[in-house]
């Protein structure tokens, strides 16, 4: 593809609490999020993101592991294969190659130098830049302007370490989707009750609830 010649630029989909600007910000400048624990050192490039679009996405989500960022319930994942059935909502940033490289790296917890084969990610679908990182698989979405679109989940289905997530993580993907999608509270509830992580769980008894605080 002709894209692959010069890659300097890259549309960052996410399609879980960076959905939020705010929240995404605190990689970009470094800080830490509302109702998070934990502090980002943020890029080195602290330029704000050229655009920001809303995407559709063929992977399933769902929530697994315990994050002590978000008071150790599960964060969302992607299933790493497609499925032409699944519309996970997302968002996605335009950023420059090197806050894509510092982004990754603040994800895998990661302080080296972090290697990304973008004209293998692009020919192949995906690239692993990190074997056992809980976000080490990166999965070519397309392009968008002629710009690559990536996202980075689990490199296998982690079906054995579903978890519900924390209210907080919960209430910041919400706030996210508002900023960008016109989904009434019914939709809302329709989007996330089926998903793995709360569906059968408490949290998602307090589906409504949750999704009234913020309006």
Not at 7 to 31: H, L, P, Q, V
Not at 37 to 61: A, Q, V, W, Y
Not at 134 to 158: A, C
């Amino acid at each position: 593809m002709e894209l692959k010649n010069k890659i300097d630029e890259i549309w960052y989909a996410c399609y879980g609490s960076n959905i939020r600007e705010e929240r995404f910000m605190c990689y970009i400048n470094g800080g830490t999020p509302p109702g998070a624990l934990k502090n980002f050192t943020g890029c080195s490039d602290k330029s704000k993101p050229k655009k920001s679009r809303t995407i559709k996405i063929d992977h399933e989500m769902y929530f697994a592991k315990e994050s002590p960022t978000w008071n150790g319930g599960g964060i969302c994942f992607l299933n790493p294969e497609k499925d032409p059935s699944a519309e996970t909502l997302g968002r996605t940033y335009l950023i420059n190659k090197g806050q894509f490289k510092d982004l990754v790296r603040q994800e895998l917890k990661f302080e080296g130098e972090i290697i990304i084969d973008f004209e293998e990610l692009i020919e192949k679908g995906s690239y692993n830049c990190m074997t056992d990182g809980r976000y080490g698989l990166l999965l070519y979405l397309g392009e968008i302007e002629n710009k690559p679109v990536v996202t980075f989940t689990s490199e296998i289905l982690l079906n054995n370490e579903i978890n519900a997530p924390d209210e907080a993580y919960l209430t910041t993907i919400l706030k996210g989707l508002c900023e960008i999608y016109s989904l009434d509270k019914p939709q809302m509830i329709e989007y996330f009750r089926d998903k793995k992580g709360i569906k059968n769980s408490k949290i998602e008894d307090r589906l409504q609830q949750i999704i009234n605080s913020i309006s």
